[in-house]
């Protein structure tokens, strides 16, 4: 159980400005963080909010029906790989994450099954099977 009084600041020490790890974070410490913020994330906890939702792009052909864009936003594309993510740890799967951030979005999702572990630079992410 993570200690009274423990402010977000207190871990901050560990990240840069982008949310990337420094060197100093181990996983032991990165445990505490993460109680910290399944402490203070909400999940969504409805039945309707199993992935990320946006508005697809549309994608544009010339007149060959080649392939010429694609008009996705980064906010599309971030949409995307989080769906991605979610996908793959709920077939059982363990995902690799480089930011925080990215955790932070997947615990919305799976507030009290998300396990972690902090392997020097990145994360291994996965859910933890309910046991009936």
Known sequence: MITQGIQENDFRQYFDKHSRPLCSLTDEIWQKDFEYMKNNIKSYNDGENK??????AKTTYDEYGNYMS???TNYQLYCQFIN????E??????A???FEYHIKQLLCFHHDTLRTK???GYWEVWIEKEVI
């Open 118 to 120: 902090y392997m020097g």
């Open 89 to 94: 740890i709920r077939k059982g799967n363990i």
């Open 84 to 87: 991605d993510i979610l996908s």
């Open 70 to 72: 694609d008009t996705r």
């Open 96 to 98: 690799f994450l480089f």
């Open 51 to 56: 992935k990320m939702k946006y508005i697809k």
